[in-house]
């Protein structure tokens, strides 16, 4: 199996900034897409941004500008920088990775257990 763990969430102040990362461990192969999701209360999970093998990255246009995605391979980590972060960004956020494991030729997602982000004076 595979497992996802993350760190780095927390409170802090409108403008601030924080680094959220999420290590994957296990039966993996190769880990094709990586990305973060965010969940507020009474809302739906949202994609926040993803970042592909070779590097290619996309972000939801409300954090364009602030977050910065970015990955280390050879660790199979996954890393986003949050700056001048906003009341609105308040939510759980979630690391997901698309994995190749051992043994199989299918990719298969995993969901890591999410991480509270909250943002307020």
């Known amino acids: 199996q595979v497992q996802l763990v993350e760190s780095g969430g927390g409170l802090v102040q409108p403008g601030g900034s924080l680094r959220l990362s999420c290590g994957a461990s296990?039966?993996?192969?190769?880990?094709?897409?990586m990305g973060w999701y965010r969940q507020a209360p009474g809302k739906q999970r949202e994609l926040v941004a993803t970042i592909t093998g070779a590097g290619s990255t996309n972000y939801a246009d409300s954090v364009k500008g602030r977050f910065t995605i970015s990955r280390d391979n050879a660790k199979n980590t996954v890393f986003l920088q949050m700056n001048s972060l906003k009341p609105e960004d308040t939510a759980v956020y979630y690391c997901?990775?698309?994995?190749?494991?051992?043994?199989?030729?299918?990719?298969?997602?995993?969901w890591g257990q999410g991480t509270q982000v909250t943002v307020s004076s």
């Open positions: 997901n990775a698309v994995v190749v494991r051992i043994g199989s030729r299918f990719e298969y997602n995993y």
């Open positions: 296990g039966s993996i192969i190769r880990i094709n897409a």
